[in-house]
Structures are given as C-alpha cells and as structure tokens.
C-alpha cells in the first residue's frame, strides 16, 4: 500500500498560479506507480485532471489542457501538479492518487482505476 499526501492548495485569485505536492510513503515502489490528479467541486462529481505514467509520459483532461503541467520526482516520492492561469471554475478540491502500473499500460483516467487515494486539499480561485 501507498500514502499520499497532498499540499500546494490555497486561495488565488484568476489568471494566477499554484504548485500542488503529493508526497507518497509505504513499501510500494513509486517509480512503478502511475499517478493522476482529481479535483471535485461542490455538488459535482470527482472529475479527471491529469495523470502521469511510471515513464513520465503526461495526459490531460480538455478543461486543463495548455494550463496545467504533472510532473513527477521518483527520487523525492512526489509527483506534482502545475497549475497556471487559473479560473473560478477550477475551484475544487483537489485529490492525488496513485497505483502500480506495468510499463506499458495505458493512461489511467478513471477513478475507479486507483485504490490509494490523497486526503485532498482545497484550490479556492477568486474573480
């Protein structure tokens, strides 16, 4: 099993920037795992931002495309999630989770595809 543990969130306001961390732990072997970002805002449901594979090869979902970057750091256990010219409409709170994955599996987009899930932290942006 793996834990993760996000931070990054905060308030903004439109057109600005925030870095988001999840920090994993335990005995599974990050460089194995795929990751991938979700947020969920109020009333809606939990919706696929981006998502990483264990090659680093990145995928975004289309209302984040050109603005937000994922990235991961295997040496430091943490992937990343880069989020620039902010709208109203990302305000959500913003969940990481991860798995294992085989080197050649495909892009894991779907939240019934992960298991290990981030406590979720809030991104609040102003207008």
């Known amino acids: 099993q793996v834990q993760l543990l996000e931070s990054g969130g905060g308030v903004v306001e439109a057109g600005g920037s925030l870095r988001l961390s999840c920090a994993a732990s335990?005995?599974?072997?990050?460089?194995?795992?795929?990751a991938s970002w979700f947020r969920q805002a109020p009333g809606k449901e939990r919706e696929f931002v981006a998502t990483?594979?264990?090659?680093?090869?990145?995928y975004y979902g289309d209302s984040v495309k050109g603005r937000f970057t994922i990235s991961r750091d295997n040496a430091k256990k943490t992937f990343y999630l880069q989020m620039t010219n902010l709208t109203p409409e990302d305000t959500a709170v913003y969940y990481c989770?991860?798995?294992?994955?085989?080197?050649?599996?495909?892009?894991?987009?779907?939240?019934?595809?992960?298991?290990?899930w981030g406590q979720g932290t809030q991104v609040t942006v102003s207008s």
């Open positions: 989770a991860a798995r294992d994955a085989i080197l050649t599996a495909p892009y894991y987009t779907a939240v019934n595809d992960y298991a290990s």
């Open positions: 335990g005995r599974r072997t990050f460089s194995r795992d795929a």
């Open positions: 990483i594979s264990r090659t680093g090869s990145p």
